[in-house]
């Protein structure tokens, strides 16, 4: 029961939470977990934004902010005695929902753990849900994890992948 176990990370407090619930049930399963990032266009846009100025490779500084911020979450299973590995996507085709159902599909996943700030009204309907199309279009089981109430900040609706600004 559930042995490979995708696990989206984004650097916010509310994937932190996914991340922190797969490691959970990988150590009750005996499972392995596959912590995947998406760059996505928006990522990208708010990148090229936050980047404003500054004469580099705003694709590149995406990257190596993902790569960090992969390992570290790879980090924090080693640590709790659970294997994973790590799939940076950057392909820019299609939404990040998409991206992260055709990874399930593709590593034969048995599971999708994912962190939802669990939006209403006019946030969500601005914002719409990844997790709720995931759930939607998985042909696995999804669990939600919801944020934790600090989460709902308006600063973590719109958090960048750890380091983006910082190096500036």
Do not use: C
Not at 89 to 111: C, M, T, W, Y
């Amino acid at each position: 029961m559930y042995q490979r176990i995708l696990v989206p990370i984004d650097g916010s407090s509310t994937s932190g939470r996914g991340l922190t619930e797969a490691i959970h049930l990988a150590k009750l399963t005996g499972g392995r977990l596959r912590l995947v990032h998406v760059i996505d266009e928006l990522s990208f846009a708010l990148a090229m934004d936050a980047y404003s100025g500054y004469a580099g490779n705003w694709l590149q500084e995406l990257r190596g902010n993902a790569t960090k911020l992969l390992e570290a979450s790879r980090a924090r299973a080693a640590e709790n005695g659970v294997q994973a590995d790590v799939v940076l996507i950057d392909r820019f085709k299609g939404a990040v929902h998409e991206q992260i159902v055709a990874e399930a599909q593709a590593s034969d996943a048995d599971l999708i753990v994912i962190g939802t700030h669990g939006r209403r009204g006019i946030g969500r309907w601005v914002m719409g849900s990844s997790a709720e199309h995931i759930l939607r279009m998985s042909p696995v089981p999804v669990l939600l994890v919801r944020a934790p109430d600090d989460a709902k900040a308006e600063h973590e609706r719109f958090k960048l992948p750890i380091g983006v600004l910082a190096s500036q």
